[in-house]
């Protein structure tokens, strides 16, 4: 069982970050209602993390891939338990948002290493196996978020999702420092600090004008203005890479058609997956009177056939064209969320979402092992590490501009379905902020038109979700070559394992 231990550490780290970015959804009224804070504030508490996840990975795993994978995962390891302490003594928003930056830092050193430390540990079938279990702690994790968080907060305070993670920390810690070897690049070079400050400047402009868009407007000059200034920041990162000795994302990978597919899908299926959970818990407590454990356990269906899809499909469909997992993957995703907006009526209760939850899990579990195993077959294993940054960046960065495109798509379609009821323009963003429990325990007439609002918003973001699962499917049928597999076969060109990875016990 020995040789499972690096399997264990990585597991642990992974499920620990990868839950912090979805544990704070059922807690989301609690903190509105404690810190006095509103939407855009709450949004920011989800969507901080993802992005600093999403902006460091890169330069993450560049780091990795040069000083040794595993110290970077281990200062990850030490960063994340040190913010997550200080968000869960956090007394405002703005502390409890920038300490959530800093713990997104820390996760981004820990997820941008996983992958290639899985790599350089395991081969043949046991690295099937490895990828396949922790596509399936990926795959659960993010589900199983709500579920955690809703118990700790509902016993303990919402203080505690965060807290929790300080014995996690100090167990995966000891299991890496007594398991894990080290691997790096031993070609890697300097880091490329002008291409990561771009990058970050871009995605950070980029989702705070998502955010901001369903106060100013799609079309406003200042959306669109936000939206320019991203894409230029886009445009010098680019030209940072192309011009740079060391880039951070070397872009010939983007020559295989095997690796943008790959890159599109994991954008989308994170944006399409999870990014409605949010608004589904608001829903949930603050309009149905469900606790945040009961809110946590409505996601079950989704947690549960992700995990059981996942642990079988490293076994059941080892070797099996990536084009059918992934792409099938995201066309369940894409279903499922279009099944539950097709479901939700308004009076209907948290049992109209149970089928498209499952089907959205199932397309989980099939598509992120093999989206990890397909990634590390399209690159020579010394860019293991690069490439493992960039899907797992693409992964954050969809769920990012999922959280704010669907947080704008929501709060209009909040205020569309109040368009009937002669409230006041104000009512959408006290709905929005958790304030339905308050309205209706003082007015319970109004029952009628906050359910109907609340219907109309969540189908805006069901709708919108689906059409991302399937446009990732049409990416994949497009983009990835009927050859790929799977199991995650080195392609041509690819030079051996043990010229990349050099093992370093400590």
């Known amino acids: 069982m020995r040789k499972w231990l690096p399997l264990t550490a990585v597991c642990l780290g992974a499920f620990m970050l990868l839950v912090d970015v979805t544990i704070v959804t059922v807690a989301l009224p609690d903190m509105a209602a404690d810190m006095h804070t509103g939407f855009a504030a709450l949004q920011w508490v989800m969507d901080i993390y993802a992005l600093a996840l999403a902006a460091l990975l890169l330069g993450a795993g ?8 595993r110290r970077v995962y281990l200062g990850g390891l030490v960063v994340f338990a040190a913010a997550s302490l200080a968000c869960g003594l956090a007394t405002g928003p703005a502390a409890l948002i920038a300490f959530r930056a800093v713990q997104g830092l820390g996760g981004a050193a820990m997820f941008a290493t996983t992958m290639a430390l899985l790599s350089s540990a395991y081969q043949g079938r046991d690295r099937g196996i490895a990828f396949g279990v922790w596509g399936a702690v990926n795959g659960a994790a993010a589900a199983a978020g709500p579920i955690i968080g ?3 907060t509902e016993h303990f305070g919402w203080r505690w999702i965060f807290y929790i993670n300080l014995p996690v920390c100090a167990v995966a810690v000891y299991v890496t420092l007594k398991a894990v070897a080290d691997s790096r690049d031993p070609h890697a070079k300097g880091l490329d600090l002008p291409g990561m400050a771009a990058f970050t400047a871009g995605a950070g402009v980029v989702t705070y004008a ?5 106060e100013n407007g799609w079309t406003s000059a200042a959306t669109l203005g936000l939206l320019g200034v991203g894409v230029a920041a886009f445009a010098v990162f680019v030209l940072v890479e192309l011009r740079t000795a060391r880039p951070m994302l070397d ?11 790959v890159m599109a899908a994991a954008l989308l299926l994170s944006g399409a997956a999870f990014s409605y959970l949010m608004y589904v818990s608001l829903w949930l407590q603050s309009v149905e009177g469900m606790s945040p454990v009961g809110a946590g356990l409505v996601v079950v269906p989704l947690s549960l056939a992700s995990f059981l899809v996942s642990a079988l499909a490293g076994r059941l469909l080892h070797g099996a064209p990536a084009r059918l997992t992934i792409g099938g993957g995201l066309a369940l995703i894409g279903a499922g969320a279009l099944l539950q907006a097709w479901m939700l009526d308004a009076g209907d209760g948290w049992q109209a979402l149970v089928p498209g939850l499952v089907m959205t899990g199932a397309g989980v579990g099939a598509a992120i092992p093999s989206l990890a195993a397909t ?5 020579a294993p010394a860019r293991a590490g690069m490439a493992g940054g960039a899907l797992n960046t693409a992964r954050q960065l969809g769920m990012a501009f999922g959280i704010a495109v669907l947080g704008s798509l929501f709060h209009a379609g909040l205020a569309d379905g109040l368009g009937g009821s002669g409230q006041a323009r104000g009512t959408a963003e006290a709905l929005a902020s958790g304030g339905a429990g308050r309205l209706l325990a003082a007015a319970p007439a109004a029952r009628a038109w906050v359910e109907a609002a609340f219907v ?9 979700s689906g059409v991302m699962g399937l446009l990732g499917a049409l990416a994949v049928a497009l983009l990835i070559r009927s050859t790929g597999r799977s199991g995650g076969a080195p392609q041509a060109g690819a030079r051996p394992a043990d010229a990349a990875a050099v093992p370093e016990r400590v």
């Open 150 to 152: 809703g118990l700790l």
């Open 62 to 69: 560049s780091l990795a891939d040069r000083i040794g994978r």
């Open 251 to 261: 872009l010939s990978l983007f020559r295989s058609s095997t690796f943008v597919g």
């Open 210 to 214: 998502l955010i901001r868009a369903g």
């Open 375 to 379: 990634v590390m077959g399209a690159v």
């Open 456 to 464: 109309s918003g969540l189908r805006e973001t069901f709708v919108a």
